[in-house]
């Protein structure tokens, strides 16, 4: 499917209005995910042109994801990642192990960014960075875009690595995320232990639902989970 390529506009924008010379593309992935960590890449691209085909890492191959995630690491000028484990992310919310894993990653660049582009609306990272939000940021901004390929690759290898002693539940196919073969398993197994368990897949299934932690974060201040699933999919 034909895409338009992402451009440097945003990060020239900042660069004009605020004086920025360092910026940070940040992206996450595993959001959405019933295992495993919430991971986030902060990349710094400068203005020179990407490596061919970096856009958006849901619209890339597996295959080339991998390879241009390669070239992405040797082209970038600097890129670190964060990770919010899921035991993190069942005590404080989503919102706050976002913000977690994305200052972790900011904060193991060798050099501190004047400012940071941050995939989607939300804010979640806010003071003391200078924070610019661009929904699609991860199609239009080559700097995001090329975090979201990054994070995307690493993570996945990330959970390949953890599901190689719960073969049962398919981690390096699905990465954590709903899949048939995943919810097989954890109706027959249960949770492993890289399940969120105050996720509300655990809602539908009544042998482990004694296992679901109580979210010690306020319900009025819970924050929306894209792509939170429960068993109806």
């Not at 945003?10 to 920025?20: I, K, W």
């Not at 979640?124 to 690759?153: E, H």
């Not at 319900?219 to 999919?233: C, H, N, R, V």
Request: net charge neutral; charged share 25%.
């Amino acid at each position: 499917m034909p895409y338009e390529a992402p451009t440097h506009t945003v990060e020239r924008s900042l660069r004009a209005t605020t004086g920025a010379k360092i910026i940070a593309g940040v992206d996450e992935v595993g959001r959405g995910a019933w295992a495993g960590p919430v991971t986030v890449c902060a990349a710094v691209t400068g203005l020179r042109r990407p490596p061919e085909g970096l856009t958006d890492s849901k619209l890339i191959s597996p295959k080339r994801r991998e390879t241009l995630a390669d070239e992405l690491e040797g082209w970038v000028t600097a890129h670190a990642l964060g990770h919010a484990a899921h035991d993190e992310i069942d005590d404080l919310g989503m919102t706050a192990a976002l913000r977690l894993a994305a200052v972790r990653a900011l904060e193991s660049l060798p050099v501190r960014p004047d400012a940071v582009i941050l995939d989607g609306k939300h804010d979640y990272l806010g003071a003391p960075w200078q924070v610019r939000t661009v929904i699609k940021g991860d199609r239009s901004c080559i700097s995001v875009a090329a975090a979201s390929v990054i994070a995307k690759v690493r993570r996945d290898k990330m959970m390949a690595e953890l599901g190689l002693d719960h073969a049962d539940f398919g981690f390096a196919a699905n990465a954590g995320y709903p899949s048939p073969v995943h919810r097989a398993a954890l109706e027959e197994r249960g949770p492993t232990p890289y399940h969120r368990l105050s996720w509300a897949y655990l809602d539908a299934l009544p042998q482990w639902r004694h296992l679901k932690k109580a979210r010690s974060w306020a319900e009025a201040s819970a924050p929306e989970i894209e792509g939170q699933l429960g068993f109806d999919f």
